[in-house]
């Protein structure tokens, strides 16, 4: 009889497993949750922003060269170390980060929501720098956070979990919005009224994360004086403003001068003349600031920074998997820099077309390929998917080049019928036509299924001492493309046409592929299953 009720109950290990499972799946859902909040504001100083200014008939180069206010993304590695060297209080030093970045995100969307990009095109480029600068920061604080919460185990799904948060972020305000602001199909909004609502949300993140967030059990703080810290950044800053005042004042007219004879009996117009000039000068001011930035890093010893850097490249195969970084994503960087303006004013497809194909159904598509991509890597590792999805990343941009060659109706059209979901409706049937679809369909999923596998990639390589420091500069260099493609896109969109674009963009993504077979053992070194989790008790 007594054996009956021991029979009943469960082994001892059964509750503690179930916990830690549902605080695993806990995880995963934070995870994703931030990765929607630090995929929202991309899109507002990136594709939603084109289509603004598109709508207030700037020209595709002068777009193309505004797409330079996302420079704070490559920069993020040089303010990271404050983030992990300075704690806020009653948060934390990651919850309190994020909470605080999320918080000044709202008030700067709101300003930018205030201001007219036609009439104050200077005002309105500043409050995007400005977006764009506290968007790269939390996105150092969310990825140092991620990358800590997540036991090793869980990094490939979280990975992909994050990305589908983050594209289901860029849909909202990338996709979704193109339909708001329709007039005829969807609800006549207007570009401020969107901004407005992006800032509301922000705050609900700001809430969100300032009160669910779990707790880290918090690696020791990098071992520095913080007056050197402070003192260092603000050498750093000093020295960026430095490069760009040389830049303004001596190497613009000393490239000017050079280029002048070579203009002059140039069959080039004088408007891309011009803008083959500007590159040229933001190039070198780039080769000019960077060295500078770094001597005065050293010269004020910010100790955190350097630190993180030296760790980082300590390990074997660093530089390598610097560059493998800044390529993987090039091609695909480059076939997007400038597909707002492709779209809308090249191919002449309707703001809620686009909306509708680019985002509604490609919503499913980037959340399975994130998914899919997750899965896979499980089964296949990392090396694997990496090639695999980048193979496939590259081929996506065919898509582009046949859409560009051939143009709109080559496949036909599909009905959309109306339909109102309350945040967001078609006032009338709405045809798509089945070329974008097809495009639209290779690029959402190769895309989510790349960027999965690379997300995990690059937690692999960080040590939790510097997480934000370290991962900044990975993801800085990983947005090397994304940001810097941006001038040299335009203009060269202008100089040879879109179909021979969208060649280059796939020509650009073949170096990371023949980089990432060497480098093929050292990222398998990476794969070693671990366990340990970052979670306080």
Avoid at 280 to 299: D, E, N, Q, S, V
Avoid at 375 to 404: D, E, H, T, V
């Amino acid at each position: 009889m007594s054996s009956t009720p021991s029979a009943a109950l469960p082994p001892p290990q059964q509750q503690p497993t179930l916990s830690a499972r549902a605080a695993a799946f806990y995880r995963l859902v934070v995870v994703c949750l931030l990765g929607f909040a630090s995929g929202l504001p991309l899109a507002l100083t990136g594709q939603a922003m084109q289509a603004w200014l598109s709508a207030e008939g700037l020209d595709v180069a002068t777009i193309g060269f505004l797409s330079l206010v996302g420079m704070p993304y490559t920069f993020k590695f040089l303010w990271a170390p404050l983030m992990d060297r300075f704690e806020l209080p009653l948060l934390g030093r990651r919850r309190g980060w994020i909470a605080l970045t999320q918080l000044l995100l709202a008030g700067a969307l709101l300003l930018m929501a205030g201001t007219s990009p036609g009439a104050a095109t200077r005002a309105f480029a500043l409050l995007a720098v400005l977006v764009a600068f506290l968007s790269a920061s939390q996105d150092v604080v969310i990825n140092a956070y991620s990358t800590d919460v997540l036991a090793a185990s869980e990094r490939g799904l979280g990975s992909s979990l994050q990305v589908v948060g983050y594209r289901m972020a860029m849909i909202l305000s990338g996709g979704v919005a193109f339909i708001w602001v329709d007039v005829a199909q969807g609800g006549g909004w207007s570009w401020p009224e969107v901004y407005r609502l992006m800032a509301g949300l922000m705050l609900a993140a700001a809430a969100f994360s300032a009160l669910a967030l779990p707790r880290l059990r918090q690696a020791a703080a990098p071992a520095s004086v913080a007056r050197h810290d402070i003192l260092g950044f603000a050498a750093v800053v000093l020295a960026v403003i430095a490069g760009v005042l040389l830049t303004e004042q001596a190497l613009t007219p000393a490239i000017k001068a050079l280029l002048a004879p070579l203009w002059a009996g140039s069959s080039v117009a004088a408007g891309l003349q011009a803008k083959w000039t500007d590159l040229l000068i933001l190039l070198a001011g780039i080769a000019l600031t960077l060295p500078l930035t770094a001597w005065a890093a050293r010269a004020a010893r910010f100790e955190t920074l350097l630190g993180g850097l030296r760790n980082y490249f300590g390990q074997p195969g660093a530089a390598a998997f610097l560059a493998f970084i800044v390529l993987y994503k090039l091609g695909d960087a480059f076939a997007g820099a400038l597909m707002t303006p492709f779209l809308l004013k090249a191919l002449h497809f309707g703001t809620a077309e686009v909306g509708v194909a680019n985002k509604v159904f490609g919503l499913w598509l980037t959340i399975g390929g994130a998914i899919v991509g997750g899965a896979l890597m499980l089964r296949i590792g990392m090396w694997r998917a990496l090639m695999a999805f980048g193979i496939l990343q590259a081929a996506s941009n065919l898509g582009f080049w046949w859409l560009a060659q051939y143009g709109a109706g080559s496949l036909g059209a599909l009905t959309v019928p109306a339909f109102d979901w309350g945040f967001v409706k078609l006032a009338q049937a709405t045809q798509v036509d089945g070329s974008l679809l097809m495009v639209v369909a290779l690029e959402n999923l190769s895309g989510g299924m790349g960027t999965a596998a690379f997300l995990a990639f690059m937690m692999s390589l960080c040590n939790q001492r510097f997480t934000a420091t370290q991962f900044a500069l990975l993801s800085a260099f990983a947005s090397v493309g994304r940001v810097w493609v941006g001038p040299l896109a335009g203009v060269l969109a202008e100089a040879i046409g879109w179909p021979d674009f969208f060649l280059v963009s796939i020509v650009l993504a073949l170096p990371a592929l023949w980089l990432l077979k060497k480098l093929r053992a050292s990222v398998e070194a990476l794969e070693v299953p671990a366990n340990a989790s970052n979670l306080d008790d």
